[in-house]
């Protein structure tokens, strides 16, 4: 496994999870790291991006002012701080790379994904 997802869980509808994307075979800042989210019978949707070597973010409309992309190089790991949670964030989430060496969020064509972490907003 190329990236590890973590930090889903269950919780009520104005609640807050970090979720963390890591790896233990490549170094993320040189590449564009992407969250995304499968709810069932939907399609899988791009949340949020970072491309850390040229400070690069981008999150989805519906997620903008309560989901924050950060990288930590120094533990190479990237997270998505997810705050004021609804009902309609429930998903598994995934993280993917971009990787191509320097790649960024615009243009990005993610090849590898990490196994799923599971994130349920419900009171």
Known sequence: VQLQAS???????????????GSS?????????????????????????ISSHDS????????????????????NTVFLQMN???????AVYYCAADRRVGSSCAGAQFSTYGQGTQVTVSS
Do not use: H, M
Request: a positive charge.
């Open 7 to 21: 930090g889903g869980g269950k919780v009520q509808p104005g609640g807050s999870l970090r979720l963390s994307c």
């Open 25 to 49: 075979k490549f170094s993320l800042e040189y590449y564009a790291i992407g969250w995304f989210r499968q709810a069932p019978g939907k399609e899988r949707e791009g949340v949020a991006c």
């Open 56 to 75: 690069n973010t981008w999150t989805v409309d519906s997620v903008k002012g309560r989901f924050t992309i950060s990288g930590d190089s120094g533990k």
């Open 84 to 90: 004021s949670l609804k009902p309609e964030d429930t």
